[in-house]
């Protein structure tokens, strides 16, 4: 972390039923954080309720979808300048943050991922399915638009005006790579950092079933060929 004039950094962590988690991962946010927001998403277990006793601004969206999520913990961010998604499952670890919000700062990036291919992986933590997945998928986008990602990892910095430009719209899955892919149209300064990644406390809604993966995968797909056949869009030209 550098010690440039101090940004306004704010944590958006969509979680949906993660009362096993949450008070943990909210709590180890890095105290340069200016402001954590929970969106819980349709939870039944009390996850916000613990997401605010742990200390967590809590956003509540009753229909499920992560991009959905995403977009409302956005909304709630009002003028932070750095925004940054994590998962509340206890699988994305809270000190690697700095690496991914440092380029930002330095202003050599606009939008980092957090690269779990090059990082520290708990034996389980990514299934095969996660890992062919995101290996096709950055290869469409190597092979499209050029694109160097290596990972769709949920752990990820932007800056805020940057991330205003891509005019992200996915509701559900396919939000991950809708943000790389609209990155790498509109010419985005992004990079990668090696992050690491640890098995997820409770079940996953997507690797944990088959319904989850194939969902995730033809969400991720979908994506990746509507980008393709559209060019960027005049709102997103001019913004």
Not at 14 to 30: G, H, W
Not at 152 to 165: N, Q, S, V
């Amino acid at each position: 972390m550098t010690d440039n004039l101090s940004p306004e950094i704010c944590v958006i962590i969509p979680a949906r039923n993660e009362a096993l988690s949450i008070a943990q991962v909210v709590k180890s946010v890095p105290g340069y954080v200016s402001r954590t927001i929970v969106v819980d998403n349709g939870s039944s277990d009390g996850t916000g309720e613990i997401a605010q006793a742990a200390g967590a601004r809590v956003v509540r969206v009753k229909k499920p979808g992560y991009g959905r999520s995403c977009l409302a913990g956005i909304e709630a961010a009002d003028d932070a300048d750095i925004l940054v998604f994590m998962d509340g499952d206890g699988a994305d670890n809270p000190d690697d943050m700095a690496q991914l919000v440092a380029p930002i700062i330095d202003g050599e990036k606009d939008f980092v991922v957090g690269a779990r291919t090059h990082g520290q992986i708990e034996k389980g933590a990514l299934t095969p399915q996660q890992r062919y997945g995101n290996a096709l998928a950055c290869f469409l986008m190597r092979v499209l638009w050029g694109g160097h990602f290596t990972d769709l990892g949920p752990f990820r910095a932007i800056r805020k005006t940057a991330l205003a430009r891509l005019d992200m719209e996915n509701e559900t899955f396919g939000w991950t790579v809708e943000m790389q892919v609209r990155a790498l149209k509109l010419g985005v300064a992004y990079g990668e950092t090696p992050v690491s990644y640890r098995k997820r406390i409770g079940q996953s809604k997507i690797s944990g079933t088959v319904k989850g993966v194939v969902l995730a995968g033809a969400h991720i797909l979908g994506v990746i060929a509507r980008e393709a056949m559209r060019p960027p869009s005049r709102k997103r030209e001019d913004a």
